[in-house]
Structures are given as structure tokens and as C-alpha cells.
């Protein structure tokens, strides 16, 4: 496999997903998107869909202002049992060696992860994912730190994906899509390793 091997032979993935909302314990995941990265961070094969929520009744308003996704245009998508069965599946074909693991790269990691653990459960979620979790907003926030500390001018104003997308030049077409987000954190993380600070 020509992704990027890291960690003993785990292997870097970028990550993100959508929701009906803020708690992870009360909300779900109605949209996933997972892209492994070559030796040079570039994408190569994905991990893709939407989910229909179990309880419909919880979907925040605001939630479906932020990413355009209705319990209406999500029915016809398979439940997150079924989604849970054919990463699974997806994640076995990828014939990694033994006991190797997909290494997450989010960008607000705190927020993603609870949700995929919740919705896969935690064994579920050990088994494909391992650590220490990759994070461009932490890494963006530790960017400014370096740089208030040593005096220098700040690179952005805040650590945003969007933000962080348009100051860096990096595409993002349609954010709030599952897809989108994920490939542009990874472009975003290939553009932050980069930086001299």
C-alpha cells in the first residue's frame, strides 16, 4: 500500500463527520468521511457516506443551518448499523498488517472522535482506530502560541477550517460536507507541517 505508514505501520487517516447536533452521547453522526494519505499526504482511497438517524427528533436546527443535511434528504441512506458493517468491511480490505490501525487526522478531533466512538462503540472503534490522534486546529493553535511567544507576527487570526482555508489558499468548495472538510484538513495538515515556526 502506498499510504502513508506511520507509527509501527499504522496508517494515517484524515477524518471528519457531520451531526445532528453538539453531544455526542445525545446526538449522531449523519455523514462520514475517511481518506487514507500517501507518503506525501495526498488522498487515496476513501471511506464515504451519509447515515439516517435513529432519532430523527434530535436534529438541532442549528446543525442543519451549518451543514444542509434533513432528516428529510437523509431516509433513503442506510442506518448506522449498516454504515457500521461496511467500514468494517472496507477497513478489512485494506489488508493492513496485524493488530495495525488507521491513525486519525481531524481537524477538532475532540468534537469527531466521541461521535465515531459512539456510533462504531469503543470496541469497534479501537479495533480500526489507534493514537496519538493528528489535529490541525491543534496544531494551528499551537502555531500561534510559537509565534506570540517569540514575538512574531500571528499567520491567521483564528484556527477554523474555513479561516485556515482561505488564509492558506487551500480549496474548500462545499464546506460542511463530510468529504470536503476531510480533504481539505489534509491539505490543510500537509500546508502546516510546512511552516517555519
Not at 445525545?26 to 500517501?38: K, M, R, S, T, W
Not at 448506522?80 to 493488530?99: G, T
Request: hydrophobic content about 40%; proline content about 6%.
Amino acid at each position: 500500500m502506498s499510504s502513508l505508514i506511520t507509527l509501527n505501520d499504522n496508517v494515517l487517516a484524515a477524518m471528519d463527520v457531520e451531526t445532528t447536533g453538539r453531544d455526542p452521547a445525545y446526538n449522531e453522526v449523519i455523514q462520514i468521511a475517511i481518506v487514507l494519505l500517501d507518503v506525501h499526504l495526498n488522498p487515496t482511497k476513501h471511506f464515504y457516506t451519509s447515515i439516517r438517524p435513529e432519532h430523527p427528533e434530535r436534529m438541532h436546527p442549528d446543525a442543519v443551518a451549518t451543514h444542509g443535511l434533513t432528516v428529510e434528504s437523509l431516509q433513503e441512506w442506510p442506518d448506522r448499523h449498516a454504515v457500521a458493517d461496511s467500514l468494517w468491511d472496507w477497513f478489512q480490505d485494506l489488508n493492513l498488517a496485524p493488530k495495525k490501525r488507521l491513525i486519525p487526522l481531524c481537524h477538532n478531533s475532540q468534537f469527531d472522535i466521541p461521535f465515531v466512538q459512539y456510533m462504531l462503540g469503543y470496541e469497534q472503534y479501537n479495533e480500526i482506530f489507534g493514537y496519538p490522534t493528528r489535529d490541525t486546529n491543534a496544531m494551528a493553535a499551537s502555531i500561534l502560541d510559537k509565534a506570540a511567544y517569540h514575538g512574531l507576527a500571528l499567520p491567521f487570526q483564528r484556527t477554523g477550517l474555513g479561516h485556515l482555508c482561505e488564509v492558506l489558499g487551500i480549496d474548500l468548495p462545499n464546506a460542511h460536507n463530510a468529504l470536503d472538510d476531510t480533504l481539505a484538513t489534509a491539505r490543510l495538515y500537509q500546508k502546516l507541517i510546512q511552516m517555519d515556526w
